[in-house]
């Protein structure tokens, strides 16, 4: 390890790669130990789960080395983060959370992920998947809550996106299935602001 460079603690009974946690979706910006526990074992251990680490994932967590730059403008880079790393003999489990941009094909990714998995002998199997909440700025819906907004707040200004974020997801789940879209936006924002 420290011919690689990484930070370790070492006891009697057991060594501890030091990462750098970050959530999921900021995973470029920390330290994957997981990966650097593969990296260091992968050369001692021939097993594939760890192959599959060190040589397909490495430590670029926007999976650029498993499929190249993936990103659009609305929301930035994949993020491919290895969550979890179990290794007995009877299994191998590699949990990973990736965020996919919202204008990325997933079903490309998903087949180009279990082929190179494949390469390892490995299998791919998907547990959960969560499609994102993405509402193109351009869109009726957007353009109905810029207008409140700004008719409430008296500017021009566009709002911070820590305010639009919420409202779009509030608006997207209650209410597509209204009667009157924009009455019904409009009076739960006058009951909001009154309420704050």
Not at 32 to 43: C, E, G, S, T
């Amino acid at each position: 390890m420290e011919d690689l460079g990484y930070e370790y603690e070492r006891t009697a009974e057991e060594v501890t790669v030091i990462g750098l946690p970050k959530h999921a979706k900021d995973a470029a910006q920390g330290i994957n130990a997981i990966i650097r526990l593969a990296k260091v074992l992968q050369p001692l251990d021939s097993h594939p789960a760890l192959a599959f680490l060190a040589q397909a994932v490495g430590e670029d967590a926007t999976g650029g080395h498993l499929f190249g730059p993936v990103s659009d403008e609305p929301t930035g880079f994949l993020s491919f983060n290895v969550a979890g790393l179990t290794l007995t003999s009877d299994r191998s489990e590699i949990r990973i959370n990736m965020r996919i941009p919202v204008l990325a094909d997933k079903e490309k990714l998903v087949e180009k992920l279990a082929e190179i998995a494949s390469q390892y002998e490995l299998t791919y199997q998907e547990f959960d998947y969560l499609a994102p909440l993405y509402v193109p700025l351009d869109s009726e819906l957007v353009s109905t809550l810029m207008e409140i907004y700004q008719e409430k707040q008296e500017t021009t200004a566009q709002p911070c996106l820590r305010v639009e974020r919420p409202l779009l997801v509030l608006c997207l789940t209650v209410l597509p299935s209204a009667p009157s879209f924009r009455e019904l936006t409009r009076r739960s924002i006058r009951s909001m602001n009154d309420s704050a």
